[in-house]
């Protein structure tokens, strides 16, 4: 079953913060963020690992709640490269299916 | 650039043929899956493939079927093309030891 991810658009201005949330109704292995533009591929942010164990972007955090099957990412002093659709994926058991939630458009303003 | 590349970048195509996209996974990555992404939708997963044999597969039809190589390149194809088949489809390749999956650019496939 699909994450569902929240909220599905926000707009903010240059500077701004934003959390994007990604909640799954079946037990969560890992979770992996993914920013995607227009017309381009998927580019890994981010994977956070069921033991709490995180990998990821320099300027962009994220957390992984595994009792409440959520994940968060954290996008602080946003940037106008920051702009683009916003995928969490959740990994299954055996690590063979990456289900991806349907994405949070993100326009940064100046 | 994550080092996967992707043949064609865009096809065109008619209801009932058949097509093959083609992937060529980052070095030292011997796992493929391939997705499908409809617009305004994320990836959808359609199967992945592990040392040359499928390793997983998503609620797709048999018309959907690929193969990977000994390189570990890989190939999807596509039987009897519907209309609801255009979209970009995206591989990515991950690494033996980590979970991480690396996209290539895609193709994008209208079917008419």
């Known amino acids: 079953q699909q994450p569902v991810q929240s909220p599905q658009a926000v707009i903010l201005r240059e500077g701004e913060d934003a959390v994007i949330n990604c909640s799954s109704s079946?037990?969560?292995?890992?979770v992996h963020w993914y920013r995607q533009k227009h017309g381009e591929a998927p580019v890994f942010l981010m994977i956070?690992?069921?033991?709490?164990e995180q990998k990821g972007h320099e300027k962009i955090s994220a957390s992984f709640n595994e009792k409440k099957q959520q994940s968060s990412l954290y996008l602080t002093a946003s940037q106008l490269s920051y702009s683009g659709t916003y995928f969490c994926?959740?990994?299954?058991?055996?690590?063979?299916?990456?289900?991806f939630g349907g994405g949070t458009r993100l326009m940064v303003k100046p | 650039e994550t080092g996967v590349t992707q043949s064609p970048t865009h096809l065109i195509k008619t209801r009932g043929q058949q097509v093959t996209l083609r992937c060529s996974s980052q070095?030292?990555?011997?796992?493929v899956s391939w997705y499908q992404q409809a617009l305004g939708q994320g990836p959808q997963f359609i199967f992945q493939?592990?040392?040359?044999?499928?390793?997983g597969r998503g609620n797709f039809p048999p018309r959907f079927s690929g193969l990977q190589f000994p390189n570990y390149s890989s190939e999807l194809n596509v039987n009897a093309l519907e209309l609801d088949d255009s979209a970009l489809y995206l591989c990515?390749?991950?690494?033996?030891?980590?979970?991480?999956?690396?996209f290539g650019p895609g193709t994008r496939l209208l079917v008419l």
């Open positions: 079946k037990a969560l292995y890992s």
């Open positions: 956070l690992l069921k033991g709490g």
């Open positions: 070095s030292g990555h011997n796992t």
């Open positions: 990515a390749s991950t690494h033996p030891r980590y979970e991480t999956q690396y």
């Open positions: 994926g959740t990994l299954n058991n055996a690590g063979n299916m990456l289900t």
């Open positions: 493939y592990y040392r040359e044999e499928e390793n």
